[in-house]
């Protein structure tokens, strides 16, 4: 099949969509597919983007992000007579389609779509609930892990020794992502706990909440900022950790970084929503919180007991082999794929 995905984001960017769109091209074109991905950050006038679609000529049109892409998508599948398919994202399903202003775009793109995915079943819910009438053309397909390292010694080059204990925040800097809500537990944790220490890696996507975490990270000895970070060196770097935290107030189904984490045996963090529970169970495989006091609790807990951070790690890797796996992923785009071209 020829396959053109459409993505607000691409690599190198290090943003989730960037991510997991890499992950499925990647995937697709071991298949023998071709594939072409268009990125909306990369034309700098998106007017270009049909006529490079147009000369592509593919069989099926995929984007991700209905607000962003969807009208896009379904535009251009008109004008080619093929099909096409949306990936709900966690801003389409969390904020999007409750905005006043953005909720018609959402909803027509998608009423327009003759395909809809979605990385969980939690979010296939909220999306029926919302339009009943999308039910039929929504495929739930989870997301897996393809983290390719570039090897280094992070920590010497981070100035730590094996007797500290890291927490690592791999996100974006955005509102969404909820980064700033660890540090004031986090800083009252290194007054007991001196080889406690923060890491943060992803770039600053809004200006105004990056601020807000430099200024709060400003002057922690303990607490380090480490700019956008390639998404290679961030799969090298979770060997170096010992808690990979995740603090969202929302997601659009699987988080990226908790599952790269998993798969590398990391312990994991992670604030108590929809998005990270459909990863993680609580004390099994990872530890989950809904307030301050209890990260705070949980984290103490870490730091106190090595034992548990090897427990979850452990059976956080099993997991991701057991029911995450790539290859599953790929088919199921396949198959999603196949159907709809077959419905013609």
Request: one cysteine or more; aromatic letters at 6%; a negative charge.
């Amino acid at each position: 099949m020829r396959i053109a995905l459409i993505t607000p984001y691409y690599s190198p960017s290090v943003r989730g969509n960037a991510i997991t769109v890499e992950r499925i091209a990647s995937g697709l074109r071991d298949r023998g597919h071709l594939v072409e991905a268009y990125s909306l950050e990369v034309f700098e006038n998106r007017r270009d983007i049909p006529s490079a679609i147009r000369a592509f000529d593919p069989n099926l049109i995929h984007g991700f992000h209905a607000f962003m892409t969807g009208n896009l998508v379904v535009e251009e599948a008109r004008r080619l007579d093929v099909r096409a398919v949306i990936t709900i994202t966690g801003t389409d399903v969390n904020v999007d389609l409750f905005h006043p202003e953005r909720r018609g775009r959402v909803v027509e793109a998608l009423g327009r779509a003759q395909g809809i995915g979605v990385f969980h079943e939690s979010i296939q819910k909220k999306l029926l609930r919302e339009l009943p009438e999308l039910d039929g053309k929504i495929r739930v397909i989870h997301q897996t892990v393809a983290c390719n390292e570039k090897p280094d010694d992070y920590r010497a080059r981070w100035g730590l020794g094996p007797q500290h204990i890291v927490f690592f925040f791999p996100a974006g800097i955005r509102r969404v992502k909820n980064l700033t809500f660890c540090i004031p537990p986090l800083s009252r944790l290194q007054a007991r706990h001196p080889d406690l220490r923060a890491l943060y890696a992803g770039p600053i996507v809004e200006e105004e909440e990056g601020e807000r975490l430099l200024s709060l990270l400003a002057g922690n000895r303990w607490a380090r900022y480490l700019g956008a970070v390639p998404h290679e060196e961030i799969c090298s770097m979770l060997r170096e950790v010992d808690v990979v935290v995740n603090s969202s107030l929302s997601e659009g189904g699987m988080s990226n970084a908790l599952l790269e984490a998993m798969s590398r045996g990391v312990a994991v963090l992670a604030s108590d929503i929809e998005g990270n529970r459909s990863i993680i169970v609580d004390e099994v495989d990872g530890l989950l919180f809904t307030s301050e006091e209890e990260c705070e609790q949980k984290v103490e807990r870490l730091i106190r007991d090595p034992d548990l951070r090897r427990r979850l790690g452990r059976q956080a890797k099993a997991k991701i082999e057991k029911e995450f796996s790539l290859e599953g992923e790929i088919d199921a785009y396949e198959r999603f794929y196949h159907d709809l071209v077959k419905s013609r």
